[in-house]
């Protein structure tokens, strides 16, 4: 596995048109139990929105989203700021966003990637601000949701695509970006490679409805590889924190288990889990 340098590439798409595709996005509204599906790609995908969450009756925090368009599959998880002013709406927007971008054949680069946030920020600004604080609403509590729509509507992010080698690509490709601390592993022959992400995950950086990109620039990792099978590539939100210290597959079953949460009660902290193999 050869890793180049995130730059900018002129190439055609081949999409494998005669392929069926695939798509997934979660519903804020539920849950969705350990699925997947196989299609040159094998996904497994689940989520579920917290305990208090499920209580109140309100959209999870997370959007989790992937396309599978022959040879190539597109994916982003994203985890809202709670403490931000709708989290679940700017998960939403930046995710559902990404993921149009990603499938389109865009030229991927930190270059494109940021120009691509900023037109999102100045999109998101707009739709947000149609969200309006009830007049009925305790005025404390009023003054306080307020403050919070200046500030804007804040989201962690995953993104990214992978391109099986085909007649106009040799080799095949993956490319990476992400800001926030949720968790991106990469495994070839269940040996994790993930030291190569670097230390560069941390709760500060996110994105922004007003400010977009906020504690640093997107983090982004790209590389070739030749063989065409024994990778894996894992993404989880930290409601599911406690799959940190595996390092092996774990069964439907046992996954189901984590995001039931049974022995607390439900999850403490909405979770998106996805896991791409190839």
Known sequence: MRCLNAGHESREYDRLKSSPSYFYESKQSGEQPISS???????????????????????????????????????????????????????????????????????????HLEHKLHELTVASTQEADLYRVEDNTPQLLKEVLLEKQRLGSESMYICGRIELPN???????????????????????????????GDHFRTAERWSTRNGSVGGKPHVYQCRFDNL????????????????????????????VLMNALHTGGLEDDASFLEIMW
């Open 37 to 111: 599906v196989h299609q040159g790609f094998k996904c497994r995908y689940a989520y579920g929105r917290a305990a208090e969450t499920v209580m109140q009756s309100e959209k999870g925090q997370d959007y989790m989203g992937f396309a599978v368009d022959g040879g190539i599959c597109s994916f982003v998880l994203c985890d809202g700021v709670g403490l931000s002013y709708r989290g679940d709406f700017a998960s939403k927007f930046l995710g559902s966003n990404l993921l149009a971008w990603l499938r389109q054949g865009n030229e991927l680069s930190a270059h």
């Open 229 to 256: 099978s024994g990778y894996r590539l894992l993404m989880y939100s930290d409601g599911l924190n406690d799959l940190d210290p595996i390092s092996q597959i774990v069964p439907d079953d046992e996954v189901q």
């Open 167 to 197: 007649r106009f690509q040799r080799k095949g490709k993956l490319w990476l970006a992400w800001q926030g601390d949720s968790r991106l592993r990469l495994f070839h022959d269940h040996k994790e490679l993930s030291h190569r992400f």
